[in-house]
T-cell receptor, first 112, second 111 residues
Framework: GDSVTQMEGPVTLSEEAFLTINCTYTATGYPSLFWYVQYPGEGLQLLLKATKADDKGSNKGFEATYRKETTSFHLEKGSVQVSDSAVYFCALGLPGTYKYIFGTGTRLKVLA | DADVTQTPRNRITKTGKRIMLECSQTKGHDRMYWYRQDPGLGLRLIYYSFDVKDINKGEISDGYSVSRQAQAKFSLSLESAIPNQTALYFC??????????FGAGTRLSVL
């Protein structure tokens, strides 16, 4: 069945370090792919999205590329800040259904 | 004001009690969702509604019911709460571009 697998956390980095959070998916058809971020005490909010193969989503210095050949959508940022500390969720939108499947979330902690 | 508002933000209740979590939105979206979040399990879909007359079960609907009172309001009820329903509950809406908009969540504890 359809699923999303993302790397377990927590991930602890020093400020200005490079970030990668891995996400792979299994889906029939051509899903849309998303990264959502959850700051402490808040709901999830969209970070970036990609709707077709080879699309690159980007926002606030974060990037992810929709790789159909490897069924992946890894999140990257070249230089993290303390304010990036949050939980990051990879998600896919099932085509034609308006339903979504979320990964288990990866907690990122950035130290000054 | 938040676009998706959940009330209450926190609730403590006892086993066997009936409780209702409420969600209202000002985004004008037809599609609304209820999820629960548990550590290590991510978000799991409880119920979803694509308009006032269209309500569907998600992957974990047992023990829950919903009511779509209007386009803007979607309530989740626990008919007889049990401890393993202790979780963080989120309401969300989605637009035609498939982006979801979440409320701030309701933290529920069932003792």
């Amino acid at each position: 069945g359809d699923s999303v697998t993302q790397m377990e956390g927590p991930v602890t980095l020093s400020e200005e370090a490079f970030l990668t959070i891995n996400c792979t998916y299994t889906a029939t058809g051509y899903p849309s792919l998303f990264w959502y971020v959850q700051y402490p005490g808040e709901g999830l909010q969209l970070l970036l999205k990609a709707t077709k193969a080879d699309d690159k989503g980007s926002n606030k210095g974060f990037e992810a590329t929709y790789r159909k050949e490897t069924t992946s959508f890894h999140l990257e940022k070249g230089s993290v800040q303390v304010s990036d500390s949050a939980v990051y969720f990879c998600a896919l939108g099932l085509p034609g259904t308006y339903k979504y499947i979320f990964g288990t979330g990866t907690r990122l902690k950035v130290l000054a | 004001d938040a676009d998706v508002t959940q009330t209450p933000r926190n609730r403590i209740t006892k086993t066997g009690k009936r409780i209702m979590l409420e969600c209202s939105q000002t985004k004008g979206h037809d599609r609304m969702y209820w999820y629960r979040q548990d550590p290590g399990l991510g978000l799991r879909l409880i119920y979803y509604s694509f308009d006032v007359k269209d309500i569907n079960k998600g992957e974990i609907s047992d023990g829950y019911s919903v009511s779509r009172q209007a386009q803007a309001k979607f309530s989740l009820s626990l008919e007889s709460a049990i401890p393993n329903q202790t979780a963080l509950y989120f309401c969300a809406t989605s637009d035609s571009s498939n982006i979801q908009y979440f409320g701030a969540g309701t933290r529920l504890s069932v003792l």
